[in-house]
């Protein structure tokens, strides 16, 4: 396969609208640039006193890594700088973080996780950077306000994530199908390596911590069950995965099939994955390869976020796997 880059992938074969493929492609190479420079850091954080924790909780209670600070602030002075975003939000940040008048500014609303699944860093575990971009309505001016932001996934113009594992892979959609970028350490360039990626319509691995099983509802409890005796594509039983790191369980769902499921527990009746940054940019990824999303009733990418951090629970991978669990929630609620 010939050397095809991002810029040359967008510019050639996606089709944009003029004023915002300049932008666009600006915003991208900001974005990739900050993950080239994650990934490098995560490359030596064995030998730079970059692991472990930095003693800190964020907004969602967690304990910040030392890296989700590295990884958070290297992409907040970047995308500032990109002249494509008015506003972001973070994961790592409790706030909408509104670009000031000292930037140039542009119509793109980034929302990120910086380094998902940062606690699996110390034991080398893949993690990742996961994005999603909306876009202000033209012509809007002013400050950037929360209502603005707190948009339904179906409204969001791309949307992807940087997996940090094995290879350095960049898995990006703008709403005209999936496609994979492998990071060619040598040139410091993505490289177009899976071109229109297709999730298969039923998989053979479901993914989930059972670890909860005691604290799920009868529908989760029941859901995750399915998968126990069900038939897979391959004709036998499902295997179970569990990567632990929400990107690196995702990518392997969307490559091989199968079903991500996190249902709501005891501990968290909404479940613990954020909408916003996680949940609402890989529904988008899914739907564009031809799987689902959802939260046990309905698509992900319709749920309204009441605020910057509500959590969701997640069903997500092969459409006919999704739609089983959705078909379990149905009857327990008709009972
Ligand atoms: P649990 C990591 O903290 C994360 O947000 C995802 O990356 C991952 O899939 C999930 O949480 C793991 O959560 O409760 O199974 O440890």
Redesign the pocket.
């Known amino acids: 396969m010939a050397d095809i880059t991002v810029t040359e992938h967008l510019l050639l074969h996606q089709k944009m609208t003029p004023q915002a493929t300049g932008m666009f492609t600006g915003l991208l190479y900001d974005l990739i640039l900050s993950g080239k420079t994650i990934s490098r850091r995560i490359n030596q954080a064995g030998l730079l006193d970059i692991l472990g924790g930095t003693g800190e909780v964020n907004v969602q209670g967690?304990n910040v890594q030392k890296m989700d600070a590295i990884a958070n602030r290297i992409l907040i002075y970047r995308m500032e700088r990109s002249g494509a975003v008015c506003a972001m939000a973070s994961e790592e940040e409790p706030e909408l973080i509104r670009v000031g008048p000292e930037f140039p500014r542009g119509d793109y609303i980034l929302i990120f996780d910086p380094l998902?699944?940062?606690?699996n860093i110390d034991v080398n575990v893949d993690v990742g950077t996961i994005f999603s971009l909306h876009r202000r309505a033209h012509g809007a001016t002013g400050e950037v306000s929360l209502e603005e932001v707190l948009k339904p996934g179906t409204e969001q113009v791309a949307a992807g994530y940087i997996l940090y594992g094995p290879s350095t892979m960049l898995v990006l959609s703008t709403g005209q199908g999936v496609h994979g970028f492998t990071l060619d350490p040598g040139v410091g360039e993505f490289l177009l390596s899976h071109p229109d990626i297709r999730i298969p319509e039923q998989g053979y691995i479901y993914s989930v911590?059972e670890?909860?099983r005691e604290q799920w509802d009868a529908p989760a409890r029941e859901a995750v069950e399915w998968f126990h005796t069900a038939k897979s594509s391959k004709g036998g039983a499902y295997s179970s995965r569990?990567v632990?790191?929400?990107?690196a369980?995702f990518h392997r769902t969307l490559l091989y099939g199968g079903i991500y499921l996190?249902p709501p527990y005891s501990g968290k009746p909404d479940g613990?994955?954020r909408l916003m940054c996680?949940a609402s940019p890989l529904a988008f990824l899914a739907e564009q390869a031809g799987g689902k999303a959802s939260d046990g009733h309905g698509r992900i990418l319709e749920r309204v976020p009441a605020t910057l951090h509500a959590r969701t629970p997640l069903y997500i991978g092969s459409s006919r796997d999704v739609e089983a669990v959705e078909t379990i929630y149905a009857r327990h609620k008709n009972r």
């Open positions: 967690e998902d699944g940062s606690s911590n670890g909860y569990y632990g790191s929400l990107v369980d996190y613990k994955l996680e």
